[in-house]
């Protein structure tokens, strides 16, 4: 069955990560894919939660926000507080930035990611964690610099969309197929092949575990090349 696009259907969309875009950010990455576009900044801010205070450790959190026309109909801001959708983004987005991380042993400091999507077709959660590994990156990487404390970036972590339509296995969805498919996952990487989480629902029906393997097999493909452009982007 032919993509929308034209794409095979274990073929990325094209990627694009522009690091550095934003010059006042300790960390900065403008990513695109496709269709997607999303501005992801790392804020390091003196101080940690209440929670944490006293420790001696660190933290990383995000926050997350699609723009109002972000897509074709404009989308009331959300100023009375983030609404589920957003809260559950942003806390997927902060696990897996979390899981990037050798530990929170850079002092009561806390790393602020934010994702703002400026336009989106599809896997806006999934281009907001490859981008915000990025930022993260170049922010634990001023921290390290200017509080002379171990850089606590331990590895790359990537996101990619998986789906199934009309029985066919696809790799990275636009929002056109992701609106029909009859499987929509989700799935969170750590390099080079470790699951960070897995998001998965059977839309319409069920699936087997050898579709889930098919799955997670595209995704490991995917973000195999996502771990390149990342490393590329940061020059290493």
């Not at 899981?99 to 990611?113: N, Y």
């Not at 634990?140 to 972590?157: I, K, M, S």
């Not at 029906?205 to 490991?220: I, K, M, N, Y």
């Amino acid at each position: 069955m032919a993509r929308p696009d034209g794409r095979g259907a274990a073929e990325l969309r094209p990627l694009v990560l522009e690091r550095g875009t934003n010059p006042y950010a300790e960390g900065s990455c403008l990513v695109r894919l496709g269709g997607t576009l999303v501005l992801c900044t790392a804020t390091v801010e003196a101080g940690v939660p209440g929670w944490r205070k006293g420790t001696g450790q660190g933290w990383v959190t995000a926050e997350y926000a699609m723009l109002p026309r972000a897509t074709t109909e404009r989308t009331p801001r959300e100023r009375q507080g983030a609404g589920g959708r957003t809260q559950e983004i942003q806390r997927l987005i902060g696990r897996s930035a979390r899981a990037a991380l050798t530990g929170f042993a850079f002092g009561e400091h806390t790393i602020r990611l934010d994702c703002d999507v400026l336009q989106a077709d599809g896997g806006t959660r999934t281009a907001a964690v490859t981008g915000a590994a990025v930022a993260l990156a170049d922010g634990c990487a001023w921290l390290a610099r200017t509080a002379g404390v171990p850089n606590p970036f331990g590895q790359l972590v990537a996101a990619v969309s998986v789906g199934i339509l009309e029985g066919e296995p696809r790799l990275d969805l636009a929002y056109a197929e992701d609106r029909v498919a009859g499987v929509d996952a989700n799935i969170v990487v750590a390099e080079p092949d470790r699951l960070v989480e897995v998001q998965g629902t059977a839309e319409r029906g069920t699936f087997t575990r050898p579709e889930l393997e098919r799955l997670l097999d595209l995704a490991l493909a995917g973000t195999a090349q996502m771990f390149a452009a990342q490393r590329a982007a940061l020059g290493w």
